[in-house]
């Protein structure tokens, strides 16, 4: 995988020649916090991309939750610039497993750690959200674990 810094950076120069108002306020606000994480103490000037990829995932999960917020309260079109955004940012992140795919490496995951119950979960949910990291969101992971570990 490329430097997703400088796939950013070079993507930032081709929305602001298309005038895409939407992909570079996405852009732009990737790179910042890019950039931050750059400088953060104990950054070191460098940005490795697994930790760029959480940064990522971070930025989707917020989006759609400020989304959920304007359509509660009555703002469809701000929820549609938040959804908007998000699609410009999920351009970068790998892609997301399905509902079959999450279930069958969760299973194996189980058995591989031999949780057999509720009492488990922290285990599994430590090892899942290690081993799926940019495939599949926390929150889809721990709701298929809490199913699968089900007495």
Known sequence: MS?????????????????????????????????EAKTAKGGNGELPDDTALKLLQKMVKQRKESAEMYKTAGRPELAEE?????????RYMPAQMS???L?????????????????????????ATKQLAGKAEGKAISLKVKELLRP
């Not at 108002?21 to 852009?27: M, W």
């Not at 938040?82 to 999920?90: D, G, K, N, R, S």
């Not at 279930?103 to 090892?127: K, N, W």
């Open 3 to 35: 430097n997703l810094f400088d796939t950013v950076s070079e993507d930032i120069k081709k929305a602001m020649l298309a005038r895409d108002k939407v992909s570079l306020e996405a852009l732009r606000g990737i790179k910042k916090e890019f950039l």
């Open 82 to 90: 938040e959804l908007a955004q998000v699609a410009v940012i999920e």
């Open 99 to 101: 509902e079959g795919e």
């Open 103 to 127: 279930e069958t490496a969760l299973r194996q995951l189980i058995s591989e750690l031999g949780a057999t119950g509720p009492q488990d979960m922290g285990r599994v949910m430590g090892a």
